[in-house]
C-alpha cells in the first residue's frame, strides 16, 4: 500500500498494531500526528444490568404472541425485557457503566524541515508490518519508519536522513482526558491516569512511556515536549498498559522499556519481522494480471478497481491480505488475557468511539473471526473463545434472570466486563447470540480435530443448549419448538393489522442456530464418547425444530414463521441467510431448492447496504457458487467512500483510502469478510467436501493459492489456468483419505 502525500483524515492513517499496542501515523511533514492504541483502553467497570424480574412477563409476552398481538408483546419486552441499567447508552457508553474502547492518545511532532518538498511516498508494508514515509528536502533524503512489534510489546519509530545533524522536531504526548500525572525529561516521557468507572469513580488504569535515543545532536526540554535538534537519527519506542492484565500499569511500561538505551532500529526490527512473517506467510496468493498497477497510488487504484475490478486482479490480492495482516495485528493470542479485536479492530482516534467499539454479537464480532480458521490464522480465533468462555458465566445469571432457565445466553453486545443482558430496546437488543458464538467453538474444532479443545469446550455447548431446549415454546400453528420472544436481527415487518413489529416468534435466523447448536452438541458426545443422556434429548426436540428454510409464496427464504410485509426490502441485515453462512443448510450441491430460494432473496435484497452487509452478501453470492456475482460484490466493497480530501460525509459504505471498510463510519468487520469472502471463492469444505475454485470469477481465469486451511485440519495449495485446476496439493495426517471436488468430479485422494 502507497500513497503520494500525507493523511488527511484518520480514514487515510496506517494501521499498525501487534494485538496489545498500536500506532496510525499520517504522514505529514511537519506536524506529524501518530494516534497511539492499546487493545484493554475501555472506560466502564463490571456492573449487575439483568432485570431479576424480567422472567415474569415470559409467559405474558407468550401470550400475546399466541394471538398475533406482536405489537403488544414488543411493548413489555420493551418494558420488562431489556437492561436494567443503562445498557450501552444507545452507543455511547463512555460515561456509562457499560463503557467504550477508546484512543490511548496522540505522540504529536513539530518538525523543522525548511525547503520545499519533492518524492514524497508513504507505505505500509503488509509483508513485514512496517510503515514508512520518504520525502526529499533540499538534496536531502529522510526517512521515517515505524512498527510496532511482534517480539516486543513496544511501539518503535526511527527518524534519519542521509545527511547528518538533519533531524530537528519537538514532540509531545496529548490525550483529551483522564490523563492525572505527566513527567517529561530531555530523554523520556511518562504518564498515567485512570478512565471512568461509568459510576462517579475510577475504573482502569493506564500508563504509557515513550523513551527517546538519539545519534548526534542535542536534547532538551521545554513545556512537556522534548525538543531535539541537529541530531543524525533518532529512535522513539512507545510502550503503554492497563491494569487490565492484573499489574500496575506503570510498573509495566517501565519494564518493557528498561533494556531501551541498548537498543539499535536494525535489531528491534529484524526480531519483529521474523516473528511476524512466520504468521504471515502461512499464506500466498496470485491471480495474473493483464497490467501491473502497482505504480498507482492505493487510493486511485480503490477507485480504478471499483470502475473496473477486472483490470486490477492484485488489488482483490492486496484487500485479501490486508484482512489478514489486520488479523494478525489486532489480537496477541499468545497473551493469556488478549482480547479480540472489536468493532474498531484495536484502532480507535476518539474517547467516544462509535457504538463503543464493542462487541456487537448479531454479526459483527462473529464476521471479524470469519476468515481466521480458512486464512491459517487459526491461533487468532482463540481470544474471541475465551471471551465467549468468560461470558457464558455472565450468561448464567441473565438465563436466570429472564426466562429462570438453566444454562447460559448472551444478547446482542458485549464488552471486557462481560456484559451479557439485554439491549435497551426491543427491535435490536432483544436477539440471543449465545448459539451463535457456539459456532465458533464448534467451527474451531472443525478446523482443527482438537480433542482435548473440544473437551473444554463441550460444558459450553451443552450450557448453550441447555437454555434453548428450556426455553423453547411449541407454537400453535405447526407445533414447532421455538424461541420466544425473539426478533430477526434489527429488523421489522408489518402486521396484517398494518402495525410495524420486531419481535416475534421462531426467526428463521434462530431455527437455524438451535439446530446447528443442537447438532454439534450430539457430534461432540459422539466424538468424546460421553454418553450424554442430555444429546438424546436434544435428538428428540430436534424432530420438532422448524426446517432451515421454509420457502415463501414468492420463492425466497422466509424470515419469519408468517410471511410478513416487508418493511425494508433491502434491509442490511440478511440474517434469515445464516443457514447458508455460516451454516451449512442451504448448499446448490445438498439443496438446491432452498439455494435457489436463497438467491432470489438476495436478488430482492439488493447488493446495496453497509459496509459488512456488502462482505456477508460477497460470502453468500461464494456459497452460491456465483464467483462473478462475488466480484461484483466486492467491487461495491471497495466503493471509495470518499467525495474528496476533505470531506467523508453523505457517501456511504465502502472503503477508505487506508483501506478500512466504511460501515460508515469505520468498522473492521467488513475487512475480515471481504476477506473471509475471497477465501471462500477459492475454496470451500462445509459440504462433507474440499471444493477447489467453487466461486472463480471469469476475471480470475489464472492464479495460485498456497496454504488455506480446510475443515479437518488439511492444508490446500491449488495452481489454475483458464479457470480449471493444473494441479493441487493437500497436507493432513499421513495415510487420510479426504473427498475432493475439482473440475467438476468428486475424487477420493489419500493423503
Known amino acids: 500500500m502507497w500513497y503520494d502525500k500525507p493523511a488527511v483524515r484518520w480514514e487515510e492513517t496506517l494501521p499498525l498494531g501487534n494485538g496489545q499496542v498500536g500506532m496510525m501515523p499520517d504522514g505529514k511533514i511537519l506536524d506529524e500526528s501518530i494516534v497511539l492504541n492499546e487493545i484493554s483502553m475501555w472506560s466502564g467497570s463490571p456492573e449487575e444490568p439483568n432485570n431479576d424480574n424480567a422472567y415474569k412477563s415470559v409467559d405474558s409476552i407468550r401470550k400475546l404472541l399466541f394471538a398475533g398481538k406482536n405489537d403488544e408483546a414488543e411493548m413489555l419486552v420493551n418494558k420488562n425485557f431489556v437492561t436494567k441499567g443503562k445498557g450501552s447508552g444507545h452507543g455511547k457508553g463512555a460515561g456509562v457503566p457499560y463503557g467504550c474502547f477508546q484512543n490511548f492518545g496522540y505522540l504529536n511532532f513539530l518538525h523543522t524541515i525548511p525547503g520545499e518538498v519533492s518524492q514524497y511516498k508513504r507505505t505500509l508494508d503488509l509483508a513485514n508490518a512496517t510503515a514508512t514515509t520518504s520525502f526529499e528536502v533540499n538534496g536531502i533524503r529522510y526517512l521515517r519508519e515505524y512498527f510496532t512489534s511482534f517480539d516486543r510489546n513496544i511501539g518503535v519509530i526511527r527518524l534519519s536522513a542521509n545527511r547528518k545533524g538533519a533531524i530537528t522536531f519537538a514532540t509531545h504526548f496529548y ?16 504518564w498515567h491516569g485512570a478512565l471512568p468507572d461509568g459510576k462517579g469513580g475510577e475504573g482502569l488504569r493506564f500508563a504509557g512511556k515513550i523513551k527517546v535515543i538519539t545519534k548526534g545532536g542535542d536534547n532538551m526540554t521545554y513545556d512537556h515536549q522534548i525538543i531535539v535538534k541537529n541530531a543524525d537519527e533518532v529512535l522513539i519506542v512507545f510502550a503503554a498498559s492497563t491494569d487490565y492484565y492484573g499489574h500496575r500499569p506503570e510498573e509495566a511500561v517501565e519494564h518493557l522499556l528498561t533494556d531501551a538505551s541498548k537498543w539499535t532500529y536494525k535489531s528491534l526490527w529484524k526480531a519483529h519481522r521474523q516473528q511476524f512473517r512466520k504468521v504471515f506467510h502461512r499464506v500466498s496468493l496470485r491471480l495474473d494480471d493483464n497490467q ?22 492484485a488489488m482483490a490480492v492486496l484487500y485479501y491480505q490486508f484482512g489478514r495482516y489486520l488479523s494478525i495485528s489486532s489480537t496477541a493470542p499468545k497473551e493469556e488475557k488478549a482480547l479480540p479485536p472489536n468493532l474498531q479492530g484495536l484502532w480507535a482516534h476518539q474517547i467516544q468511539t462509535p457504538w463503543n467499539g464493542d462487541y456487537h454479537l448479531n454479526v459483527n464480532a462473529q464476521m471479524n473471526h470469519w476468515g481466521g480458521e480458512v486464512n491459517n490464522l487459526s491461533a487468532y480465533h482463540k481470544p474471541f473463545i475465551n471471551l465467549i468462555k468468560r461470558i457464558a458465566k455472565e450468561g448464567e445469571k441473565t438465563a436466570k434472570a429472564y426466562y429462570n432457565a438453566p444454562g447460559w445466553v448472551v444478547y446482542m453486545m458485549t464488552n471486557i466486563w462481560g456484559y451479557s443482558a439485554p439491549g435497551e430496546q426491543a427491535s435490536w437488543g432483544a436477539s440471543t447470540a449465545s448459539g451463535w458464538l457456539c459456532n465458533h467453538l464448534w467451527e474451531h474444532y472443525q478446523f482443527t480435530k482438537d480433542e482435548n479443545y473440544l473437551a473444554e469446550i463441550y460444558p459450553v455447548l451443552k450450557g448453550a443448549a441447555a437454555f434453548y431446549h428450556a426455553t ?40 437455524q442456530i438451535v439446530r446447528e447448536l443442537y447438532e454439534a452438541v450430539i457430534k461432540a458426545n459422539d466424538v468424546l464418547q460421553l ?36 418493511i425494508e426490502p433491502q434491509h442490511r441485515h440478511v440474517s434469515h441467510l445464516y443457514g447458508l453462512y455460516p451454516a451449512h443448510f442451504i448448499s446448490p450441491v445438498s439443496t438446491p431448492e432452498w ?91 462445509h459440504d462433507g467436501y474440499i471444493h477447489l475454485l467453487p466461486a472463480l470469477p471469469k476475471a480470475w481465469h489464472r492464479g495460485e493459492v498456497k496454504g488455506l486451511k480446510a475443515r479437518g485440519n488439511y492444508t490446500v495449495d491449488i495452481q489454475w489456468k483458464n479457470g480449471w485446476v493444473t494441479s493441487y496439493k493437500v497436507y493432513g495426517k499421513k495415510g487420510e483419505t479426504v473427498d475432493i471436488f475439482v473440475n467438476g468430479e468428486k475424487i477420493k485422494k489419500k493423503i
Open 175 to 190: 490525550r483529551d482526558e483522564n490523563v492525572s500525572h505527566m513527567k517529561v525529561t530531555d530523554t523520556e516521557m511518562m
Open 292 to 313: 501491473d498497477k502497482t505504480n498507482i497510488p492505493t487510493d486511485q487504484r480503490i477507485q480504478q478497481f471499483f470502475e473496473d475490478p477486472t483490470q486490477d486482479n
Open 472 to 511: 423453547l415454546i411449541k407454537e400453535p400453528k405447526n407445533g414447532w419448538w421455538v424461541t420466544a420472544p425473539s426478533v430477526s436481527p434489527e429488523n421489522a415487518f408489518k402486521m396484517p393489522n398494518g402495525k410495524v413489529a420486531s419481535v416475534v416468534m421462531g426467526p428463521t435466523i434462530d431455527n
Open 531 to 566: 454418553e450424554d443422556p442430555f444429546a438424546k434429548e436434544l435428538e428428540q426436540q430436534l424432530l420438532d425444530v422448524p426446517p432451515p428454510v421454509i420457502v415463501s409464496r414468492s420463492g425466497r427464504v422466509m424470515e419469519w414463521l408468517e410471511d410478513y410485509a416487508e
Open 595 to 685: 439455494a435457489e430460494a436463497a438467491k432470489k432473496t438476495l436478488l430482492v435484497r439488493g447488493d446495496e447496504g453497509t459496509g459488512w452487509s456488502r462482505a456477508w452478501k460477497m460470502l453468500f453470492w461464494a456459497r452460491l457458487h456465483d464467483g462473478d456475482h462475488a466480484l461484483e460484490i466486492l467491487r461495491q466493497l471497495l466503493k471509495p467512500a470518499f467525495k474528496d480530501e476533505t470531506t467523508y460525509e453523505g457517501v456511504g459504505a465502502g472503503t477508505y483510502p487506508n483501506l478500512f471498510c466504511a460501515h460508515p463510519p469505520f468498522q473492521i468487520d467488513g475487512n475480515f469478510g471481504g476477506s473471509a469472502g475471497i477465501a471462500e471463492m477459492l475454496m470451500q469444505s
